[in-house]
């Protein structure tokens, strides 16, 4: 299968966990980049981790940018939209968002994607491939310990699946079309009506 990444680029998977579930999804997104013979640098965005607060910054050997978080309050976590917003202007590097929720593809979720998005955009990621991965509850209502080991179970292989998407450049966006990351929003803006 033909890749979006050149061999010599690498790829940069930045998460934040609140719970536990990104971090297995990040886990298993770099397990399955790394079976297909990519390099994967993992930023955790946590309290132990301090170096995104000093500066926020997408290696430069970086051809792809996998963002991987759970929402709070219909958002990402603030500390994954700081260091969003910290970022420097990048050259147009494409750019997967993968949300973790124990809701699953609902409104609320994919609405708060958009913030993050816009942002990315803002800073010259085109992000061309979104995803919600669903986890077991495990903080407010706990469910059934079968349907949380299923879950977990079929993760390596949603990531597996997911990263072949991506590698192939499959356009996942709700609404948007391959015309849209084409460049066609450029010139759509020049136009007056």
């Given at each position: 299968?033909d890749?979006?990444?050149?061999?010599?680029?690498k790829i940069q998977i930045?998460?934040?966990?609140?719970?536990?579930g990104?971090?297995?999804?990040?886990?298993?997104?770099?397990?399955s980049?790394s079976?297909?013979?990519?390099?994967?640098?993992?930023?955790?965005?946590?309290?132990q981790s301090?170096e995104?607060?000093?500066k926020p910054?997408?290696?430069?050997t970086?051809?792809?940018?996998v963002l991987?978080s759970p929402?709070?309050a219909?958002?990402?976590p603030s500390?994954?939209?700081?260091?969003i917003?910290g970022l420097?202007?990048?050259?147009?590097?494409p750019?997967?968002?993968?949300?973790?929720?124990v809701?699953?593809?609902?409104?609320?979720?994919?609405?708060?994607?958009?913030?993050?998005?816009k942002t990315?955009?803002?800073k010259g990621?085109?992000?061309?491939?979104?995803r919600?991965l669903?986890?077991?509850?495990?903080?407010?209502?706990?469910?059934?310990?079968?349907?949380?080991?299923?879950l977990l179970?079929?993760?390596?292989?949603?990531a597996?699946?997911?990263?072949?998407?991506?590698?192939?450049g499959?356009?996942?966006?709700?609404?948007?079309?391959?015309?849209?990351?084409?460049?066609i929003?450029?010139?759509l803006?020049?136009?007056?009506?």
């Amino acid at each position: 299968m033909d890749s979006i990444l050149r061999s010599d680029e690498k790829i940069q998977i930045v998460y934040f966990t609140g719970a536990g579930g990104s971090v297995r999804v990040a886990s298993a997104f770099a397990c399955s980049f790394s079976q297909k013979g990519y390099e994967v640098f993992i930023l955790p965005l946590d309290q132990q981790s301090c170096e995104y607060q000093e500066k926020p910054t997408i290696e430069h050997t970086v051809g792809l940018l996998v963002l991987i978080s759970p929402f709070h309050a219909f958002d990402a976590p603030s500390t994954m939209c700081s260091w969003i917003s910290g970022l420097k202007g990048n050259k147009e590097i494409p750019t997967a968002v993968i949300t973790v929720s124990v809701a699953g593809q609902i409104w609320l979720n994919t609405a708060g994607r958009a913030n993050c998005i816009k942002t990315l955009e803002e800073k010259g990621c085109i992000t061309f491939y979104e995803r919600m991965l669903l986890m077991p509850a495990s903080i407010f209502t706990p469910g059934k310990a079968e349907s949380a080991a299923k879950l977990l179970q079929v993760l390596p292989l949603k990531a597996e699946h997911s990263v072949a998407e991506i590698l192939g450049g499959n356009v996942r966006r709700p609404g948007k079309t391959k015309l849209f990351f084409l460049g066609i929003k450029k010139y759509l803006k020049n136009i007056n009506v």
